[in-house]
């Protein structure tokens, strides 16, 4: 009984799947040959115009302007001058500084710099303070490639020294 159920079941979903009735042709000898009809599927399409009359559509049409009612201009405005305000607002941006001395003692720190200054005048070192250690620092850069190349300079007199991510200020 319940395996009935499910053979007229999956009988009606498979006559259900069938598509309409197409004709088919047997030929006595026992062979089948097939045949149908699909010209109820084929697209129907109209005839195209002839070249020799010229009509409305091939003439070229000039359209007016037309102005956008619903333009983000306005809108982009707004939020490109809050960026900017925002922007306006900030003194440091991330960027990096080489540090060629990190260590307790002061005398060391100012020794470092006073050397520095001698080998390599044309950079700008400072002695930080941030507790516990003094820290010599030289230059400021607003990307890695730009520290890179003062870096190779200072790396030969200075074999500690190390490229870090600093706040550069941009005022």
Known sequence: MRYSFFFFAGLLFLLSCAGPKKATTTTPAGGTKYSEDLSLY???VEAAPSKDAPTQDNARKQTPYVEAKYSVNKKLDAVLDSIDRIN???NFIDGFTIQVYSGLKRED????????TS???DLQSEV???QPNFRVKVGK????LDAQRDYVDVKRHFPTAIIIPD????N
């Open 88 to 90: 306006l607002q900030r």
């Open 119 to 121: 080998t390599l005048p």
């Open 128 to 130: 930080q303070y941030s």
């Open 42 to 44: 084929r697209p129907k």
């Open 109 to 116: 720190a100012l020794n470092t710099k006073k050397e520095l």
């Open 141 to 144: 850069y607003f990307n890695r």
């Open 167 to 170: 706040k550069v200020s941009i």
